[in-house]
């Protein structure tokens, strides 16, 4: 023999070694202490009013969202929302990746959740204000119209959300 067990059991106690080392490496990458960007901090950014920290770390939790979750994920429409609202805030709206980047949250968000939800009205409002940054007048209409008339058919024509 080579010194190594042949035993089932000790096979077994070595795979769940393996796995518990895993868990721990995943658990350790989703720990705040691990650097990982998190939407929390995008969102503490942009109420601070630091937008340029706010987009980059929006950039950086997508790119971490298209790897973990996939590139056509909802998680990945989720994280493109906040990084085209960091986008308008900084000022960086006009560019043409932030309108393929708007256009693409609208896609994902259509495609997991339907036409008409609140969340695919987030979507559509932050697509309309891109093209109105763009001065593309005519064509931020439509989405901003099909967004207000989600969100007041959702929510009420009173609802503050409505008003934005």
């Not at 697509?127 to 007048?137: C, W």
């Given at each position: 023999m080579n010194g190594r067990s042949h035993h089932p059991q000790s096979r077994s106690k070595t795979s769940v070694?393996?796995?518990?080392?895993?868990?721990?490496?995943i658990v350790a990458c989703q720990s705040p202490k691990s650097g990982v960007v998190r939407p929390d901090q995008v969102r503490r950014a942009l109420?601070?009013?630091?937008?340029?920290e706010a987009e980059r770390l929006a950039a950086e939790w997508v790119t971490t969202i298209e790897r973990v979750e996939g590139a056509e994920s909802l998680a990945t429409g989720q994280?493109?929302?906040l990084l085209v609202e960091a986008s308008v805030k900084n000022g960086t709206a006009g560019t043409s990746p932030v309108l393929l980047l708007a256009e693409r949250a609208v896609r994902l968000k259509e495609h997991h959740l339907?036409?008409?939800t609140l969340d695919t009205a987030s979507s559509l409002h932050n697509?309309?204000?891109?093209?109105?940054?763009?001065?593309?007048?005519s064509?931020?209409?439509?989405?901003?119209?099909?967004?207000?008339?989600i969100r007041t058919t959702a929510l009420g024509r009173n609802d503050p959300v409505v008003a934005d």
């Open positions: 070694r393996i796995l518990a080392l895993a868990l721990a490496a109420d601070a009013g630091n937008y340029i994280a493109l929302d339907g036409r008409d697509l309309g204000i891109v093209r109105l940054h763009r001065g593309e007048f064509s931020a209409v439509p989405p901003l119209e099909r967004s207000l008339s």
